[in-house]
């Protein structure tokens, strides 16, 4: 009895050569050399290369770090050559042709030692002294019983013998009594019995101190020839205000304030 025949083996058996025959060409293509004498492993490296540029491209990339620490400061480098010397800049603006001379005297509570006179000059005429002072007894040699409250010039030798020099003032003020009196006066050097110098004042008692007082002088100081009358010098005008209470000796305190201009 012959063996019943079975198709579906048949086809099984047929697919499984052709897979094999397949395979086999595969394996010849392989081998076989490409165009320009290259072979299939030429190929891998061309592929190889494909892959890493793409691993390289911003598509591939990840993300950024975290940026790290600041580096320490490296050394100073040597000093480089001094540069050419650079083109003259504009002239600056022209200073002020008036010569200002500030004074300010502040104290209180009667410490008034070392604080109780500024200095000023006046150009080509003189120098002085604006004062303020209160009355004090330290023994027979070192002691005022008025103080000192004035505007004191001292005339320059040199001036002395061809010039004439004078303190016109007018007075604002004074003690309580005096809030609204103004006096105008005149100072100057009247013969060498009197010394070298000459003052106006800010106190109005012929004999004792203004226990209290609250006024300003505005003042000019000159000094003109005796010939022909003509300026020897630019004047030098102030303005000074004042407030002092000297009524009780612990707590005395004086205030001064004003500047002296000449003009250059």
Known sequence: MQTPRHPFRRLLLG?????????????????????????????????????????????ARGP?????KRGPK????????????????????????????????DWQNNQWQGQS????????????????R???DNGPSNREPNGTQWVQLFPDDSTAAIAETTMWTTRFGGPPSQHEVSVVREAKLLN???????????????????????????GIISSRTKTTGSDLAHPTTFV?????????????????????????
């Open 15 to 59: 697919a499984t050569v052709a897979a094999l025959l397949l395979s086999a060409a595969s394996l010849v293509a392989v081998a076989a050399p490409g165009p320009g004498g290259s072979t299939a492993a030429s190929n891998g490296d061309a592929a190889a290369r494909a892959v890493a540029a793409a691993s390289r491209s911003s598509s």
């Open 117 to 132: 006179t500024q200095e000023f000059v006046a150009p080509g005429i003189g120098k002085g002294n604006v004062t303020c």
């Open 192 to 218: 060498t019995f009197y010394g070298p110098s000459f003052y106006e004042g800010m106190n109005t008692q012929p004999e004792g101190v203004d226990p209290r007082s609250q006024g300003m002088f505005i």
């Open 64 to 68: 950024r770090g975290p940026k790290g």
């Open 74 to 105: 490296g050394k100073r480098g040597p000093l480089g050559a001094q540069g050419p010397v650079g083109p003259q800049g504009a002239q600056g603006q022209q200073g002020s042709p008036i010569l200002r001379q500030p004074i300010s005297i």
């Open 134 to 136: 209160p009355p004090y």
């Open 240 to 264: 000074l205000s004042w407030h002092w209470d000297f009524s009780s000796e612990g707590q005395n305190r004086c205030y001064v304030s004003g500047n002296f201009y000449t003009q250059r």
